[in-house]
């Protein structure tokens, strides 16, 4: 029995296919929603399917939305208190598994809050948040030396969703600017 070579190229396809990371978020956690989208704003972001898609699959280490910064040059997670309406943002290498530093004393933010199906809310405009450069005695980062931004409003405490845009993040020689994110339940 001959082997037809269509069929061994199909599967082929299929096998690479299902190696590769899919829609699904690199956190494991509903469909990928992460994109650096240039002028873009949250009530207009709307990433590119290319875009959304990852290359690899790389997990958030500290459990929260990863968003690439160019392609594959760095990761920054997003992680939402949502008790606390805190946002937290962890630079990370192109792997997703070191912290890389940064020199900016902060990033802004722009934040729309939406309603469980993702539509924003009525009435509500979005809220600028400035995520401020935070010091870690354990790592030795400080203010201006470090992979960790963080910024709260009360507006944003029980929410279940949001999206929004990171104005300019400065990682590894780099500016990525514009870079849209949403958190999902």
Do not use: N, W
Not at 43 to 61: C, G, K, L
Not at 79 to 99: M, N, Q, W
Not at 140 to 163: I, N
């Amino acid at each position: 029995m001959g082997r037809d070579p269509r069929r061994i190229v199909s599967l082929a396809i299929v096998a690479v296919s299902v190696a590769g990371c899919g829609g699904s978020s690199p956190g494991g956690r509903g469909p990928a929603r992460a994109a650096a989208t240039a002028g873009a704003s949250p009530a207009t972001a709307s990433p590119s399917p290319a875009a959304i898609v990852h290359h690899h699959e790389h997990a958030a280490p500290h459990g929260g939305t990863l968003v690439e910064l160019g392609e594959e040059a760095a990761h920054v997670e997003i992680v939402f208190d949502r008790k606390a309406g805190r946002l937290v943002a962890y630079l990370l290498d192109g792997e997703a598994e070191a912290s890389v530093r940064s020199r900016q004393p902060e990033i802004a933010a722009r934040v729309e809050r939406l309603d469980v199906s993702g539509r924003p809310l009525v009435g509500v405009a979005p809220l600028d948040l400035a995520l401020l450069a935070v010091g870690d005695p354990l790592t030795g980062e400080s203010p201006g030396d470090t992979s960790r931004f963080e910024g709260a409003h009360e507006e944003l405490a029980g929410l279940a969703r949001l999206r929004g845009v990171l104005d300019r993040v400065e990682v590894k020689g780099r500016s990525f600017e514009r870079t849209a994110f949403e958190i999902e339940p």
